[in-house]
């Protein structure tokens, strides 16, 4: 059984820079052919995907986000790393971590989310 987990600041301020870490368990994120994505929700809105690190170590990125994100991993860890840069109240949102299975158009396995809040 897969579980991931996320974990980070609640608060963040704006124009800083939030980051989260997302600990994965039961598979290693190496593991072919998984993509590990960082998905939000804002409040009263829809799922929004940010971008995604491969089992080989390639990133993807939302367009609209990309020059914002950087997403990272630690192997020796089985983790991965969001980081968002000039945040603003916009980024307020619960932040997910998820797997995804190559091909597939739904991730298979989620974190239970965290809510970050963006503000002074």
């Known amino acids: 059984q897969v579980q991931l987990q996320e974990s980070g600041p609640g608060l963040v301020k704006p124009s800083q820079t939030l980051s989260l870490t997302c600990t994965v368990s039961?598979?290693?994120?190496?593991?072919?052919?998984?993509?590990w994505s960082w998905i939000r929700q804002p409040p009263g809105k829809g799922l929004e995907w940010m971008g995604a690190?491969?089992?080989?170590?390639?990133?993807y990125y939302s367009p609209s986000l990309k020059s914002r994100t950087s997403i990272s991993r630690d192997t020796s860890k089985n983790q991965f790393t969001l980081q968002l840069s000039s945040v603003t109240p916009e980024d307020t949102a619960v932040y997910y971590c998820?797997?995804?299975?190559?091909?597939?158009?739904?991730?298979?396995?989620w974190g239970q989310g965290t809510q970050v809040t963006v503000s002074s």
């Open positions: 039961g598979g290693s994120i190496t593991t072919n052919y998984y993509y």
């Open positions: 690190i491969a089992y080989s170590g390639s990133t």
């Open positions: 998820a797997r995804d299975p190559l091909n597939s158009l739904e991730s298979d396995y």
